[in-house]
């Protein structure tokens, strides 16, 4: 058996490494992550904020699992991301492990200080899996925990518009008379998101870093639906939500950020720009769909408001960290 690295730029070796990974979030009830297309744009090209690169466990022509690492560039970047995933017959033969202290050994060698990853698949209540069991055997301690909601589309979507502000929508690329405004509730996100004890720094958002994530998005094929909220008095942008997908993956669509600027809380517009979304992403679509969104617990009006619109809980998310 040897570790092989996986850079995305040779086709078949991705494609191995791919059905490894994906295979394994097939198993989940509602599959998530990353299509064929979107997952080698992003391990292949050179981005801003991410460089991203996977590990595979080779026996012979047998992939029997494979890690998928993303390196920071802004923000955490005392941090490396690593998932894991094993082909169902290899479980519990040393192949987590053995990913595991390759990815930790390059973590090492790059100056990183802290390795974190997710579970996925935790119980709705209580977080547990084979997978939380693994980490906490390994030296992990769980940081962070998210509430894993779905939606079955099509659903009836009743807006409610809020006096004293107006919506207006975009598709792929922020209009640049929002672009200033935007990066400032990128930016407020960043700092307010609950993160729990996780080791956190706050991204701060530039043009070229918002132009780098969108161009991204439209070379992996994706698409994405923004919706704010402009408060009509003084022309601010008070508030946003962002929903997107891609073709090759059409019966998953994503929730992504929502986020309203701290003055303007407290008059409901949250459900005010998601609902709107919500509208625009079904009619753009035209199908049915799994609408994903998750949410740290205590984020108790977002759940509401998720909650209002037909979301229900199927599954938490942990995350968890190693300090090297």
């Known amino acids: ?80 991301d690593v998932e894991l995933a094993v082909a169902p017959e290899y479980r519990r033969q040393g192949v987590a492990s053995r990913l595991l202290e390759a990815a930790i050994a390059k973590a090492r060698a790059d100056g990183r200080r802290i390795v974190s990853g997710a579970n996925l698949a935790g119980d709705p209540v209580t977080g547990e899996s084979p997978g939380t069991a693994f980490a906490a055997a390994r030296g992990f301690e769980q940081k962070h925990a998210e509430l894993h909601q779905v939606v079955e589309l099509p659903v009836a979507v009743s807006e409610r518009p809020v006096d004293g502000y107006e919506i207006v929508q975009w598709r792929e690329h922020t209009p640049d008379e929002w672009l200033k405004q935007f990066l400032e509730l990128l930016n407020g996100m960043s700092e307010d998101v609950p993160t729990g004890d996780r080791t956190d720094a706050p991204i701060q958002w530039t043009p070229e870093l918002l132009q780098d994530a969108e161009a991204r998005r439209v070379a992996q094929g994706r698409f994405t639906y923004t919706t704010a909220a402009v408060h009509t008095a003084s022309g601010e942008l008070a508030a946003y939500t962002q929903m997107g997908g891609t073709p090759e993956t059409p019966d998953r669509l994503n929730q992504y950020d929502t986020y309203v600027r701290r003055s303007h809380r407290g008059h409901g517009l949250g459900i005010a720009v998601k609902a709107p979304n919500l509208r625009a992403i079904q009619a753009g679509v035209g199908h049915p769909a799994v609408l994903h969104t998750w949410n740290a617990p205590e984020n108790t009006p977002m759940i509401a408001v998720n909650t209002k619109l037909g979301f229900r809980p199927v599954a938490q998310r942990t995350m968890w960290e190693r300090v090297l």
């Open 1 to 80: 058996m040897e570790i092989v690295v996986v850079d995305g730029r040779d086709a078949e070796v991705f494609r191995r490494f791919y059905e490894v990974k994906f295979g394994v979030r097939q198993e989940l009830e509602f599959p998530v992550g990353l299509g064929t297309e979107e997952a080698r744009v992003l391990m292949s090209g050179e981005h801003a904020d991410v460089r991203a690169e996977g590990l595979g466990l080779v026996d012979g022509d047998t992939w029997l699992g494979v890690a998928w690492l993303d390196w920071w560039l802004v923000g955490n970047t005392d941090t490396v």
